[in-house]
């Protein structure tokens, strides 16, 4: 009979607290908000494979500035600033200069903004991954 009577005064003492609500119960779980979602800004190490210039790695560091994407590529020790950074459903594009071909160099790279590995192509032919950098 005791076990029933603490059972039971238990149960009540659950059932008459009262449950959290409002602001204060939004405080439980900070963890989501305390960890920035990954996002396209970052540095990437980048590699083009088979181009004219052979297999071309290089440094894309894509930044947000005012809420604009923009950044830098440097690669055989040239930097190359951005004049393109743009954010699609299934990735991201970057575009730079490139004044010994006079010519814009579109980097198109598939993938979620969570991830740390990309793939795509660079001028739409070279095969081209990306690694964030860590």
Do not use: H
């Not at 970052?42 to 297999?55: E, F, I, Q």
Request: hydrophobic share 40%; glycine share 8%.
């Amino acid at each position: 009979m005791k076990t029933f009577a603490l059972l039971f005064s238990l149960l009540t003492l659950f059932a008459c607290t009262p449950k959290a609500t409002g602001p204060a119960s939004a405080k439980t779980d900070t963890s989501a908000s305390m960890t920035p979602a990954k996002s396209f800004v970052d540095a990437w190490d980048v590699t083009m494979s088979d181009t004219p210039l052979g297999t071309v790695s290089g440094l894309l560091t894509v930044e947000e500035t005012a809420g604009k994407l923009g950044g830098t590529f440097v690669a055989q020790g040239q930097t190359y600033t951005l004049t393109k950074a743009a954010v699609s459903d299934d990735g991201m594009t970057a575009t730079f200069y490139y004044p010994d071909a006079q010519a814009n160099v579109d980097i198109v790279l598939k993938g979620v903004s969570t991830a740390d590995m990309l793939t795509g192509t660079t001028m739409g032919d070279f095969k081209t991954t990306a690694k964030r950098k860590m």
